[in-house]
């Protein structure tokens, strides 16, 4: 599996692109911005886009679903039903912090949890991890999982957004992401990657409920 990932925008908010090694086929999870720069990324090698993946709603992980779109018809935008309503209101969130940001087009299919997305030889399931906001999910595929702003290094998603809640949050993680073993790759939305054992051994919010 090809991983790539870049931040992108003011947030530093991380893209990943992820490509199927034999086929080329291949999925971007959260186009915050910068659409031109992930499309560059893809041409560069070779990959033909199938799905644009949401982990969550907020604008710095969605802000480049426009120009993504623009670029790539074909390819399938994808969200969790319960976060889909913030897609055509992230000029007016972004406003709240001073920057700007495209409204999405809205999603050509929902998100469910244990949804199974295949592209090339590669296959992502849904898992949906809410508390950083309703409808957050993450997506796993081959000993990575690609978590939005659920997990980070050392530290969780934060929860004072419109829709966030701790409890729900902690939860998730615990019951959603450590159960899938100590060993798997943890790609978040900020910052650096971890792993399931670390965060197990090391975050500060594991055993908080």
Request: with cysteine; aromatic share 6%; hydrophobic share 40%.
């Amino acid at each position: 599996m090809i991983i790539k990932s870049l931040p992108v925008g003011p947030i530093m908010a991380n893209c990943y692109i992820l490509g199927c090694d034999k086929t080329l086929e291949a999925a971007v999870i959260d186009p915050g911005d910068d659409a031109d720069q992930i499309l560059a990324i893809l041409t560069e090698s070779g990959l033909k886009l199938k799905y644009i993946l949401n982990t969550h709603g907020h604008f710095d992980h969605v802000g480049g679903n426009r120009g993504m779109k623009a670029a790539a018809a074909d390819a399938r935008l994808m969200i969790h039903r319960l976060d889909a309503p913030m897609l055509d209101q992230l000029a007016t969130s972004a406003s709240m912090f001073g920057l700007r940001a495209e409204n999405s087009p809205p999603p050509d299919a929902m998100l469910e949890d244990g949804q199974r997305l295949v592209f090339g030889e590669i296959e992502l399931t849904v898992i949906h991890t809410p508390g950083h906001s309703p409808g957050g999910v993450a997506f796993l595929a081959d000993g990575h999982v690609f978590v939005g702003d659920t997990l980070f290094q050392g530290s969780i998603g934060r929860t004072d957004l419109p829709g966030g809640d701790y409890d729900t949050l902690i939860d998730s993680i615990r019951t959603r992401l450590f159960p899938l073993g100590d060993e798997i790759q943890v790609h978040p939305g900020h910052m650096g990657p971890t792993t399931i054992g670390q965060e197990k051994r090391t975050n500060p919010f594991a055993g908080i409920k």
